[in-house]
C-alpha cells in the first residue's frame, strides 16, 4: 500500500453561496493528491505523458461527512491500495485543520497510450518505484 498527504487550502472561489466548499471541487483536491503523491514517489505525472501515457479516470466515488469551510487548510491522504496493473485504485481522506474527517472518495484510472487511446499496462519506472510498497 502507498500513501501520501498533501495540503490545499480553500480559496474563496472554491466555496458556495454557504460558504462551504462547492462539492464539485473535491474531484480537483483529489487530483492535486494524486499528482503530489506520484512526485513524492519519483515519477511525475509529466513525465508519464511525455512518455505517452495518459490516465483518464473511469469511475469517482465521493461521501461528504462535513462542510469543509473557506481558509480551511484540508489535507487530503491518497492511498493505492493494491498494486496497480492497468488500472490503478485511489482511496482519499479530506480532513480539515482541527482533524475532522470532512470528505472521502475513490477514483479509479486507466493507463493508456495517448496515441491510441488504448489500454496499457503502467511505465515500468513507476512499476518500480511501486514494488517496495506491495512486498
Known amino acids: 500500500m502507498y500513501t501520501h498527504e498533501a495540503k490545499t487550502r480553500v480559496r474563496y472561489a472554491e466555496t458556495d453561496q454557504m460558504g462551504y466548499v462547492y462539492y464539485g471541487n473535491y474531484a480537483t483536491y483529489y ?6 503523491a506520484f512526485r513524492a514517489l519519483g515519477f511525475p505525472y509529466k513525465q508519464m505523458e511525455d512518455m505517452g501515457i495518459g490516465m483518464p479516470v473511469l469511475s469517482l466515488n465521493v461521501k461528504y461527512h462535513r462542510p469543509g469551510k473557506y481558509d480551511d487548510l484540508l489535507t487530503i491522504k491518497v ?3 493494491e498494486k496497480p496493473r492497468a488500472r490503478i ?8 485543520e482541527a482533524g475532522e474527517l470532512i470528505n472521502t472518495g475513490e477514483t479509479e484510472l ?15 519506472a513507476m ?3 511501486l514494488e517496495p510498497h506491495f512486498a
Open 89 to 96: 485504485l485511489f482511496q482519499y481522506e479530506v480532513t480539515n
Open 79 to 81: 492511498t493505492i491500495p
Open 127 to 129: 512499476e518500480k518505484l
Open 110 to 124: 486507466v493507463f493508456i497510450k495517448m496515441d491510441t487511446g488504448r489500454p496499457t499496462r503502467m511505465p515500468e
Open 31 to 36: 487530483e492535486i493528491a494524486r499528482v503530489e
